[in-house]
């Protein structure tokens, strides 16, 4: 049975619980920051940032609106950055989520560039290319797993107003469009329950009251046609010629060696 | 919070005026969410559109202090709308629980913005008279409400020149907005209807800060608001004990349970009694309401008193020596004994020593340049605080010449909550009990500790020395804790009955004799034979028959319990709930028992009860209905109109009178800024991110994370004439200093049309200081050191300031 | 003792060598990333870093050999581009020839016969490949597009993939298959014996007999 989070906009106030207790739970330290002229901090992801709040200031018809936006890793169903990981550090979790084995992580960065959501993050030694991937694990990162003890994700425990929900991802899409539907009843026309069907279904799912660009968020995600041509296409093709190459040489081996066999026997016959 | 935390969710319609619900509130969000996804509307009113107006179905701009404009428009516009249709309202709870009805002496009068003669910033004794009932003791009433000297055909007069135009005017809200506030909220006037006002300081940091909320008090009263479920006046209170802090007596007038402090006219105990008010001889009896008898309970005050004295002196209080009660310090009328008022005295060199407990007013109080250099003036200063503080640091900060300063001072590192045991009294009077989870680092203390250590030598000194004095009021002292521990104390607060030595059981059973003790008969009740230490309690089912949230069975609340106060307001006359959806007390019964909620007094409803035995509901007050004229204020009967001590208009739109006459004006180092050099207006708050003076905050990594500097707010219109882009440095100043910050530009402030005039805002966040690990300038450099007329609360929201590049 | 003939110099055996070399820890190091089960490997970017190293000497390795050996170079690559006839007839011949060792048809081959110089022209053109796509991978890993890194990574695996099976098949011809020991020892010791140039790169043969004297 598959779990995700429902996140509500029209439920958060950016109180920003989440962005420090994520930190705390996970055992992040803090950035240095400076005040660029927004509430907004950190700038950005980052290895040590898996969550953050994003505030958007909007005037639609003159009205203020102030839009908060949790960016975090969006557990997608399908995964750009599962399919990439050449270690498999990256992992559909038994419950859905995009879980996370640091320890084989190779620094790659194909997650990095393959998210949709532009969401991993690692620092990297430029140089050496010495580098380790990190976002949000949905709290199963290994020795400080909460889903496994039956536990709700530490952000979702923090939340004050229940903009955060964690539950079977079934529940909350029924919950998430129930709360659409009143939205639009009263008088949201655009309101929608973003990931439901979003790359195979999102296991972060947000309750949006307008079109997800005024939220910023990507409209219809894809995977890449980079990442479609190089895993579907290049790689399997890739071993297809490997082994019939190593097939094709084996074959080689053994006719030709018979063969130049026979024709040396066939020529010390005739010598003797 | 007349109403508690969980009852939001049961409200049809919340406003949040005064307060950032959102923002510096946060938990409380999970209620008014709740009560939103029920279909309730929320309306914000804040100059600055904040995250809590982010939720808001309505948000509604406002120039920061004009509370008063924008209510008594609301209460003109209710006042108006319920003589053509009555039916929309609770006219039955307005005339039968509130003062509407009632006489008002016939010599009152109102002009000019003053409600009477004013001598040296004080309404004469005369003029206050007047602003009594006719009859002060058995006052007639006017059921019709149509006699031109009851309450509510006076403060028709008084509110009528509140029209939205005028009011609108002052306040610089959209009129389209503010006539749909109006509408909107008072729609919960109906029967079974209930809306309820959040407030913090954003209403109460004013000169006339006292009649905001007088004036929330009269809109909730004419809504029929008062003692329902989803209803009330709900303070947020600024820190998660505060309401235990006040309740406790940490203010300057009041002992322990609100009762009065002594002055030095108060020559015996009942002197002090008869002059508090809070006596059986201040019974008032309206004449011509269904409901016949007043409780008064404040007349029961006595038994408070001694019991009070009783805890705190023990065998040396007796019937003979009145209980110890000269062993009270007495208060000299003419001192302001408020924070103003104490650094006022500190500055004129008049205070030799400081004890700063949790409180860091080098960044907390007004005008910080000015109360930093009074802390000067201190022979000592002790600062007990988990960090090292601005206060504690004081001598040390920028520009200060530590060498000249000759203050001794002392830190004393404190336990912080998670590392001692002991209740917090949250803003819904619930006294929740809480353990400790770690051990205090280092040398750090628990404050009872500290406290403990500290009395006990204070009374070794005090026995040594003979001629010390009030050297009795030390030495009679019981103070035999040994090894202090919380448990201890709350059965002290809680109180015995001393001839069976068991713990007393209520305040009811509290006596004025000296057989009882308590320390705060307000907690009597908190700690019992039966139950124990009720403040533990963690009973998480709501056992109220309709479920309304009140979870009666975790932890413990004042007074006995009670949850939502005023409560037999909720039901009529039959005693029956208005709204039988979210009764708070129902079934009255043939045992003579009421269900649900702990009732204010057990008595049967007013129209089953015998003559003579018709309680009213509201039993704090001598009249036992609820005031809707407020005649105990020293400011007036009514809220009216001010500007704040620094107002960016030349004159007071609604009258001649420009600020409030009874304001508190401090003297020391307090330069006044004026609209044509200092045009904005400045108005100082919190952000989600940091608390209070930014201590417990500010040395946090992941929060200083967050919001990293100092920072100030304002609109893009102003922004763009000063030249100023978001990220900029700035300096904010005024007449008393200036502040470097980060700024803000946001869509979130608007320019206002105020009178004629374009008026912006500079919001300024007042958690920032020289100490720990993210430093900057503290917002109250440039707040004044001028007070509300009743409380003396700075006026902390609105001043006047300019803007320019850093 | 039969003639021998100078196939390889020894500049351009040392190339060979060192290339050879750091291609296969590219390919290895590469390889890894193709196999989740070795990916254990790849910890802590272990393998990474390894293959960082293979590709400075990947790179470096001919920019020190073209300048000293520039002719050698030009000639090289002349020969990668030039194609004929023989060529067609070569690769229909090879077939029969590889699998059975029958000689006859196949065209006489310059110093690298057809086979040979389909590979060189391949190491060429994925040498490129590998190492633009590569330093970009390498040095704009965090300015790029993620758009242009991803492409990349493809096109260094399609490179990967046609220069790793034909690296297979160079070392299998050059180790492995019966009839290629010659071959082997052109490279490892820089002669061939002049009846195998004269059997197997006739063209070549002629040339080298004309311009100098054989050794004996």
């Known amino acids: 049975m598959a779990k995700a989070i429902l996140y509500d906009t029209t439920k958060c106030t950016a109180c920003r619980a989440c962005q420090v207790a994520c930190k705390g739970w996970n055992e992040l330290p803090a950035e240095v920051t400076t005040n660029r002229g927004t509430y907004e901090n950190p700038a950005d992801l980052s290895p040590t940032t898996w969550l953050k709040m994003k505030f958007r200031e909007i005037e639609p018809g003159g009205k203020v609106r102030w839009l908060f936006t949790r960016r975090s890793c969006m557990h997608c169903t399908d995964a750009g950055c599962v399919k990439v990981c050449p270690s498999k550090a990256l992992y559909h979790h038994e419950l859905g989520f995009v879980a996370y084995n640091k320890d084989l992580c190779t620094g790659c960065g194909y997650c990095i560039e393959a998210c949709p959501f532009d969401v991993p993050r690692s620092d990297r030694n430029l140089l050496t290319g010495i580098a380790k991937m990190d976002k949000c694990t949905l709290c199963t990162t290994p020795g400080l797993d909460r889903i496994a003890e039956g536990w709700e994700p530490a952000c979702v425990k923090t939340c004050p107003t229940n903009a955060l929900q964690y539950d079977d991802r079934d529940k909350l899409v029924a919950e998430g469009r129930k709360r659409v539907d009143s939205l639009r009843d009263a008088g949201w026309a655009n309101a929608n329950l973003y990931g439901e069907n979003e790359l195979g279904g999102l296991h972060v799912m947000y309750v949006l009251d307008d079109h997800p660009s005024v939220y910023e968020l990507p409209v219809n995600p894809q995977i890449s046609a980079a990442t479609v041509a190089w895993q579907d296409a290049i790689q399997p093709l890739g071993w297809a010629v490997g082994g019939l190459t190593v097939l094709g040489l084996g074959l080689n081996y053994m006719v030709a060696r018979a063969n130049i066999n026979r024709e040396k026997e066939k020529k010390d016959v005739a010598g003797s | 919070m007349t109403n508690h935390w969980i009852d939001i969710r049961n409200s049809d319609c919340i406003m949040i005026i005064g307060s950032n619900a959102a923002e510096n509130h946060p938990i409380s969000f999970k209620w008014v969410t709740k009560a939103m996804e029920k279909g309730a509307k929320l309306i914000s009113v804040d100059p600055r559109f904040t995250r809590t107006s982010s939720k808001a179905d309505i948000y509604a701009p406002m120039r920061s202090g004009c509370d008063i404009a924008f209510i008594g428009g609301m209460i003109n516009y209710i006042l108006n709308d319920m003589e053509r249709n009555p039916g929309n309202y609770n006219m039955e709870y307005v005339t039968q629980y509130t003062n509407a009805a009632l006489i008002i002496n016939s010599n009152f009068e109102f002009d000019d913005g003053l409600f009477g003669e004013v001598k040296d910033g004080k309404y004469t004794t005369d003029a206050k008279n007047t602003w009594k009932y006719g009859d002060t003791k058995t006052p007639a ?129 009942d002197t002090y009694i008869k002059r508090s008010g809070k006596n059986p001889d201040a019974t008032i009896t309206p004449q011509g309401l269904a409901g016949d008898k007043s409780s008064n309970w404040w007349g029961n005050s006595k038994k408070y008193v001694v019991s009070l004295l009783k805890a705190w002196y023990g065998d040396s209080a007796q019937t003979a020596n009145d209980f110890g009660f000269h062993y009270l310090p007495k208060c000299d009328p003419a001192k302001n004994y408020t924070h103003i008022g104490m650094f006022e005295a500190m500055g004129e060199g008049k205070i030799k020593g400081l004890w700063c407990w949790g409180q860091n007013p080098a960044v907390g109080g007004p005008n910080s340049n000015g109360e930093r250099e009074a802390l000067g003036n201190l022979d000592w200063l002790v600062s007990a605080d988990i960090w090292l503080n601005e206060t504690a640091e004081f001598w040390n900060r920028p520009g200060a010449d530590a060498a000249s300063i000759n203050t001794e001072v002392f830190v004393l590192p404190a336990a912080c909550s998670y590392e001692k045991e002991g209740s917090i009294s949250n803003s819904g009077r619930w006294a929740q009990w809480r353990y400790k989870a770690v051990n205090p680092p280092g040398v750090a203390l628990p404050d009872l500790e500290i406290m403990n250590l500290v009395m006990l030598k204070i009374k070794e000194l005090y026995q040594a020395d003979s001629s010390a004095p009030g050297r009795e009021a030390v030495t009679n002292l019981v103070w035999n804790y040994g090894d202090v521990n919380a448990d201890m104390v709350a059965r002290e607060v809680n109180g015995y009955d001393l001839t069976t030595g068991k713990l007393a059981a209520s305040f009811g059973s509290l006596k004025d004799d000296g057989t009882t003790s308590s320390g705060n008969w307000l907690y009597c009740n908190q700690y019992t034979e039966e139950d124990g230490n009720k403040c533990a309690r963690r009973g998480a089912v709501d056992a109220h028959p309709k479920e309304i949230g009140l979870y009666s069975n975790w932890s413990w609340c004042w007074p006995v319990n009670r949850r939502i106060i005023y409560n037999r307001a909720s039901v009529n006359l039959d005693g029956v709930p208005w709204d039988s959806e979210h009764p708070v007390i129902l079934d009255y019964d043939s045992e003579k028992k009421w269900q649900g909620d702990v009732p204010d007094g057990g008595w049967a409803p007013i129209n089953q009860a015998k003559e003579g035995e018709k309680y009213l509901p509201f039993i704090m007050k001598p009249e036992g209905i609820a005031r809707i004229w407020g005649y105990g204020r020293v400011d007036g009967p009514l809220p009216e109109v001010y500007e704040p001590w620094e107002s960016p208009l030349d004159r007071n739109l609604m009258s001649g009178t420009k600020t409030n006459p009874c304001a508190f004006i401090g003297k020391y180092r307090n330069e006044r800024s004026t609209p044509s050099e200092y045009p904005y207006v400045g108005t100082t708050y919190r952000c989600t991110e940091h608390w209070q003076t930014g201590i417990m905050t500010r040395n946090l990594p992941w929060l200083v994370e967050l919001m990293p500097e100092m920072y100030v707010e304002m609109d893009e219109v102003l922004a763009a004439e000063k030249g100023i882009t978001a990220g900029d440095k700035v300096v904010v100043y005024n007449a008393r200093g200036e502040v470097n910050a980060v700024a803000v530009v946001t869509k979130r402030f608007q320019p206002l049309q105020v009178g004629g005039k374009t008026i912006h805002h500079i919001g300024v966040l007042n958690h920032w200081g020289y100490s720990g690990m993210s430093t900057g300038d503290s917002g109250n450099i440039l707040t004044p050191h001028v007070g509300d007329a009743n409380t003396t609360i700075p006026e902390y929201k609105t001043f006047l300031c300019n803007v320019r590049r850093a | 003792m039969s003639q021998e003939v100078e196939k390889y110099s020894k500049p351009t055996r040392i190339l060979h060598w060192v290339h050879l070399v750091s291609f296969c820890i590219l390919f290895l190091t590469g390889l890894v990333l193709f196999i989740p089960q070795l990916g254990f490997l790849a910890q802590d970017s272990v393998t990474r870093v390894i293959h960082r190293i293979g590709a400075v000497v990947f790179i470096i390795a001919p920019l020190i050999y073209i300048p000293m050996n520039w002719q050698a170079t030009k000639r090289g690559i002349k020969e990668a581009f030039s194609w004929g006839a023989s060529d067609i007839g070569w690769l229909k011949a090879a077939p029969r020839y590889y699998f059975s060792g029958d000689e006859k048809d196949m065209p006489p081959q310059g110093s690298m016969n057809t086979g040979q110089r389909l590979w060189w022209l391949i190491v060429l053109v994925s040498g490129a490949i590998f190492t633009i796509t590569g330093l970009i991978m390498w040095f704009a890993k965090t300015s790029a597009p993620a758009a242009v890194l991803q492409w990349m990574v493809f096109i260094h695996d399609v490179a990967f993939i046609l220069a790793g099976t034909m690296l297979l098949l160079h070392i299998y011809l050059g180790l492995f298959h019966p009839l290629m020991n010659e071959a082997w020892k052109a490279i490892y010791k820089g002669n061939i014996s002049a009846e195998y140039a004269k059997k197997h790169h006739a063209k070549w043969y002629e040339e080298v007999a004309k311009s100098k004297e054989v050794k004996s």
């Open chain 2, 141 to 269: 009433a006017d059921p019709t409400l149509k006699d031109p000297n009851c309450v509510f055909q006076l403060m028709k007069k008084h509110f009528s020149r509140y029209d939205a135009d005028t009011v609108c005017n002052i306040t610089g809200t959209p009129k389209d907005t503010y006539l749909q506030v109006c509408q909107t909220y008072t729609a919960t006037g109906q029967k079974g209807k209930a809306g309820t006002i959040m407030y913090a300081m954003g209403t109460t940091q004013h000169t006339y800060g006292t009649q905001n909320i007088r004036g929330y008090a009269i809109l909730q009263l004419l809504l029929a608001n008062m003692g329902v479920s989803g209803g009330g006046i709900n303070a947020l209170r600024g820190t998660s004990n505060v309401q235990g802090s006040t309740d406790m007596c940490l203010l300057a007038h009041i002992l322990p349970g609100y009762l009065n402090v002594p002055m030095e006219s108060d020559a015996d105990l």
